[in-house]
């Protein structure tokens, strides 16, 4: 059966696409789409076009499994081309989405009708590539410069109103309407000449505009090759003809196409999709009904945890120990979701609802009808054991507990229970409310369904979740230790926190090590006692230098929390140096390189050794998404094929006597110097 089918109605030509599950522009409806174009030309009774989908969708955009195989004729450029050509009025009727070749679609037609659902997008920039079918061109055209430029190199999603009111969308129609409003808009163009199509529409704009853009975006855009190249053929539309303005266009997509940044983004975006198979567990495991959440803990985490559900409609118990706690507690969820409020992603309304569904209770008792309850308290093993032995006591047999917890064994919170096999880990990441990722922990008896229902709760959340094994620290955590000891290593021998914080910001993280210690807290992991020094963290915490919470960590800060070298913090360093017996000296920024970025692959390939991460790519995922690592470099297993496993492996052998004598060299990653493998095909 074809993906493409057409009909006659009355003189006007349906064509509808049906190619599940989001009518990718795959090869075959290209050909659809053009056979389409060509009936419509020749038949004379013809007198105009819609053309829909069928399914969820309109075009949602390219078929992106094509992209490592050899190019099909036609190609999309060639489609938007004959659809804009075509001598009869060409309706779009768009539903779902119109993403990226299918947005580029929509705009080569001659009209555009939606329904209040639908959205409009040009995503490409997430992928590290620009429009490759006249997005570049078309858009400013249609819709203005300052339009295009936010909807090309930012990738968000216009909603069908705000699609109307910018010129992208003609006419709203009714959202069970639409194809029958689409055939009447089309009867009533059909006559109208001339046809108003995009390529001959006027464009212009200051030239002025472009570099405020740029710099209104610096700090988006770091480090990112695509926004700019999209600046730059948006430029090229207001100074060149059409057909060149294509050209340049086409040259960019090209570039973008073939570089290392766009490799691996396009990497991190199947590794997401990816990442959500769980190897080793059959198809037909159901996953277990949720309908109603426990959290345990109204601290930071809890609180973030719960707002999680609450967005989504699903109703939470929240338990704590002490009246004042808990009402604190529920008192930042309000403030939180009212701060969203306030950048207009919710509504007081919907801050009402989503409040209504939070039950707070100090009795741990009242869980006991959740289906999932989350254990979010201080991070100690006796303090979470004590947790889940009462939690087996009152929680339903049908329960799933789950701890937060980052780093300690699931194995051992589920052994004090009498359902092991109902026991995992959830360990969300700060802000739990905005963080994507979700560290899904298997333990060694978790059973597959409880598996595949964390799985689930993940999608329901909006969580992108990452399968690991259970090991001290799961596989972000576990990875994120050998830097953070070597970052502190690296004070003692000479470098500065700011030297340190900078290699890393320059190879594109959002912070570095110290400041990333000083905005989550150096008290983090800290032992309490305040006579007890045995490395700079202690002495800062036995100081009050808690971080940006008390205007002092590894930095000095300010009322606003701007950071400032601290003399005193270069003073307990030098304690420790001449404790040390070091004498100081001056560290290269590619020494730090080697000394904090490889002994993360390293750990990686450690990890995969032992069958925590399920594949290299989960290990990517957890990293751009839980640690900042920057996307363009595709996480650091993808970084290490960039880079080739043998260089990866010289600079640890370099360094390996830095490192003492726990390090251990990955097998695999030997393997892979040696062979010149790669851990992502």
Same mark, same amino acid.
């Given at each position: 059966?074809?993906?493409i ?10 064509v509808?696409s049906n ?8 090869a ?38 094509e992209?490592t ?5 036609p ?21 779902g ?30 992928l ?9 061109q ?8 300052e ?14 109103r705000?699609?109307r ?69 948006? %430029? ?6 059409f ?10 997509f090209?570039?973008l196409?073939?570089?290392p ?17 769980i190897?080793g ?19 930071t ?12 409609g699903i ?33 007081a ?8 569904l ?20 201080? %991070? ?8 889940f ?21 699931i ?9 092991p ?25 978790t ?9 689930a709760v993940?999608?329901?959340i ?5 399968v690991?094994r ?7 955590n576990?990875m ?74 590894f930095?000095?800060?300010? %009322? ?22 070091v ?9 730090i ?5 490889y002994?993360?692959?390293n ?66 990653l ?12």
């Amino acid at each position: 059966m074809s993906v493409i089918s057409f009909r006659k109605q009355d003189g006007i030509l349906i064509v509808t696409s049906n190619n599940p599950p989001v009518n990718a522009l795959s090869a075959p409806v290209r050909q659809g789409l053009m056979e389409a174009m060509a009936e419509a030309s020749r038949d004379d009774t013809v007198k105009a076009v819609v053309i829909r989908c069928d399914g969820s969708t309109f075009f949602a955009g390219a078929d992106l499994t094509e992209f490592t195989k050899p190019p099909i004729e036609p190609l999309l450029p060639a489609v938007v081309e004959a659809i804009e050509a075509c001598p009869k009025p060409v309706v779009a009727a768009v539903h779902g989405t119109a993403l990226g070749g299918g947005c580029e679609i929509a705009i080569g037609c001659h009209y555009r009708i939606a329904v209040p659902s639908a959205a409009f997008g040009a995503p490409e920039v997430k992928l590290g590539l620009c429009p490759g079918a006249s997005g570049t061109q078309r858009l400013p055209r249609l819709i203005g410069v300052e339009a295009a430029l936010e909807m090309t190199t930012k990738g968000d999603n216009v909603p069908a109103r705000k699609a109307r009111e910018i010129g992208l969308v003609d006419r709203i129609s009714g959202e069970e309407t639409l194809t029958e409003e689409a055939i009447a808009f089309a009867r009533e163009v059909a006559n109208m000449r001339p046809i108003p199509r995009t390529s001959e529409k006027p464009v212009g704009a200051d030239p002025a505009i472009f570099d405020a853009f740029r710099q209104a975006n610096a700090k988006r855009f770091k480090g990112l090759e695509a926004p700019e190249e999209i600046i730059r053929c948006i %430029e090229a539309a207001t100074r060149l003809p059409f057909a060149e303005g294509l050209e340049r266009e086409r040259q960019g997509f090209i570039k973008l196409f073939f570089s290392p940044q766009s490799a691996a983004q396009r990497h991190i975006f199947f590794a997401q999709r990816k990442a959500s198979h769980i190897e080793g567990i059959a198809e037909d495991v159901k996953p277990r009904e949720i309908r109603k959440i426990g959290v345990v803990g109204a601290g930071t985490m809890g609180g973030g945890i719960s707002m999680n559900f609450l967005s989504a409609g699903i109703p939470v118990t929240i338990v704590e120990q002490q009246a004042e706690a808990l009402e604190r507690g529920i008192g930042v969820v309000r403030k939180n979701f009212e701060a969203s409020a306030a950048k207009g992603r919710m509504t007081a309304r919907q801050i009402e609802a989503a409040m209504g569904l939070l039950t707070p209770t100090l009795e741990l008792e009242d869980l006991a009808d959740c289906d999932l309850i989350i254990e979010a308290v201080f %991070e100690n093993m006796e303090v979470k054991k004590d947790v889940f032995r009462r939690l087996d006591g009152i929680a339903k047999p049908s329960a799933i507990l789950a701890s937060n917890t980052s780093y300690l064994s699931i194995d051992e919170i589920a052994g004090v229970t009498g359902r092991p096999q109902d026991v995992l880990g959830l360990h969300f990441f700060s802000p739990a409310n905005i963080m994507k990722l979700l560290e899904v922990v298997r333990g060694e008896r978790t059973a597959d369904d409880v598996l595949v229902t964390a799985m689930a709760v993940a999608k329901m959340i909006k969580k992108t979740a990452v399968v690991a094994r259970v090991c001290y620290g799961f596989i972000g955590n576990r990875m994120l230790l050998p830097r953070q000891i070597e970052a502190e290593k690296l004070l003692i021998e000479g470098a500065t926190p700011e030297q340190v914080d900078r290699v890393h910001v320059e190879f594109g993280m959002p912070m570095g090590p110290f400041q990333m210690a000083d905005l989550a807290g150096t008290d983090i992991g800290w032992h309490r006692d305040p006579k007890r020094i045995d490395n700079i963290r202690d002495a800062l915490c036995a100081e009050n230098r808690l971080g940006q919470k008390a205007k002092a960590g590894f930095y000095d800060y300010d %009322e606003k929390r701007n950071p400032s070298p601290s003399p005193r913090v270069a003073e307990i360093i030098q304690q420790f140096r001449s404790k040390a017996g070091v004498e100081r000296r001056d560290i290269s920024d590619e020494e730090i390189v080697q000394r904090t970025l490889y002994p993360i692959v390293n750990e990686g390939a450690l990890i995969l050794e032992e069958g925590i991460a399920q594949r290299a790519s989960d290990i990517d995922v957890v990293w751009v998404f839980g640690y900042g690592w920057p996307v363009y470099r595709g996480g650091p297993m993808f970084w290490c094929d960039l880079e080739g496993a043998k260089k990866i492996v010289e600079g640890l052998e370099r360094q390996r006597d830095k490192f003492g004598p726990a390090f251990k060299l990955s097998a695999l990653l030997k393997e892979k110097a040696e062979t010149g493998g790669r851990f992502n095909s």
